[in-house]
């Protein structure tokens, strides 16, 4: 995680530019060493920063149910430092490069943005970390009633305290970009 190390300084200088309008964000890729990712969520929150962004694919590691990213989740509850997950990743090589390519990709954006908030609602993240929020960025906001039907229809299913759908409304923001009247 050295190159986190390395972009520490530039976010420092860019939050005093104007610490009323901008507010930092920490990259973190805890996929790799979650003990080293509490870290640095640690020394974002001790330095101004606001928010932490996660990768949207886990790739070969383990999904986001895994309890293995609970002291993720502890040191983001407990701290108050929402989870951003931004869109915009895609496994590409599914695309290819001909027609259609880039309207297939545009289409499917949201699942991708959504599929870890799935993996953490089923895997009993939210349960066990009652006060962590995550927000979903530029992924529009069109996937938001159709996803609480449908997690509220698969609620019956669950040894959950919660209907899943409310792990969305309570705990999940959107930033959206909409575009279009």
């Known amino acids: ?6 972009t520490r300084s530039l976010d420092r200088r860019i939050l005093l530019l104007d610490p009323e309008r901008h507010a930092g964000l920490a990259v973190v890729p805890m996929l790799w ?13 001790s330095n101004g920063l606001k928010d932490s962004m996660i990768p949207t694919q ?8 895994h309890p293995k990213y609970d002291p993720v989740w502890r040191v983001c509850e407990d701290l108050r430092m929402v989870l951003n ?18 309207g297939s990709y545009i289409s499917e954006v949201a699942f991708f943005a959504v599929r870890p908030i799935t993996f953490m609602i089923w895997g009993g993240v939210f349960e066990r970390f009652p006060g962590l929020e995550v927000m979903v960025t530029e992924a529009t906001s ?9 997690l509220d229809f698969r609620y019956e299913d669950t040894p959950y305290s919660s209907k899943l759908g409310d792990y969305i409304s309570n705990r999940t923001m959107t930033c959206p970009v909409d575009f279009g009247s």
């Not at 060493?33 to 640095?40: F, I, K, L, Q």
């Open 142 to 150: 069109v996937w938001v009633p159709e996803y609480l039907s449908l």
């Open 58 to 65: 886990w790739g070969q590691f383990d999904s986001y149910s």
């Open 33 to 45: 060493d979650v003990d080293e990712a509490v870290e640095e969520i640690r020394w974002a929150h």
């Open 85 to 102: 997950i931004h869109c915009g990743a895609a496994p590409m090589e599914d695309y290819g490069d001909g027609v259609g390519m880039m």
């Open 1 to 6: 995680m050295g190159w986190c190390a390395r």
